[in-house]
C-alpha cells in the first residue's frame, strides 16, 4: 500500500464529538471542518492529545462565530427565523421553509411568496449574527409585504440594527468588487 497513513479516532473536548484524523505525511498544518455538526480536525500524526484540544476550541470557536451558532444548519435557521417573527413581525411571518444556500451567490436572501420558502446565502455564516438577522428580518417581512414600499420599511425598522445592517452588507459588496479579498476559511494556512 502506497496510500497516505492516517488513522481516525474520536475523542471528546468539552463534553462535544471531535473526529481526528492523524496523518503520517502531514507536517505541521492542521484543519478543520464539519460533517453532520461534528467538527472534524486533520492533524499531523505526532500532535499531541493538549494541543488537538487546543486546536478544537479554536475552530468551533470560529466555526460557531459564522452566525449559525452551533451546528448551524437548517433547523436552527428556522427556529431563529420563527424567534424573529415572534419578536418584531408579531409573528405574522410564518416561512414554511427557511434554508442556507450555497447556490445563492449575488443575493444575500431572497423569499418565495407562493410557497413561502426563504433561502439565506451561505457565505452569511461568516458574518456578525446581527447581520444574519437583519437579513432575515427583511426576508420574513416580504412573506407580509412583497415590495419595498412604505409599509415594508415600516415593518423592517422593527428590527433596531436594520440600517447598520444595510451599511455593513453593501460596505461588503463594495469590497467584493474593489478588493482582491480572498474569501476567509476556516483552515490554518499551509
Ligand atoms: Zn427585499
Known sequence: M???RQSEE???????DVIIIRSARRRRTISGDQVRGVLR???PA???RREIEKHARAFR???SARGS?????DHALAERAR????EYLDGEAEPASVTWSAQQLRRWGSTTSASRTIRLSSRLKEMPGWVVDSVLVHELAHLIEPGHGPAFVRLVAKYPRTAE??????????AEQHLDAAPTQAHSPS
Do not use: N, Y
Not at 451558532?69 to 444548519?73: E, L, P, Q, V
Not at 445592517?165 to 463594495?174: C, E, M, N, R
Open 165 to 174: 445592517a444595510d451599511a455593513f452588507l453593501a460596505g461588503v459588496s463594495w
Open 46 to 48: 505526532r500532535t499531541s
Open 41 to 43: 480536525l486533520r492533524v
Open 2 to 4: 502506497t496510500a497516505e
Open 10 to 16: 474520536r475523542i471528546t473536548v468539552d463534553g462535544a
Open 61 to 63: 470557536k470560529r466555526l
Open 69 to 73: 451558532g452551533g451546528a448551524g444548519g
Open 83 to 86: 424567534r424573529l417573527s415572534a
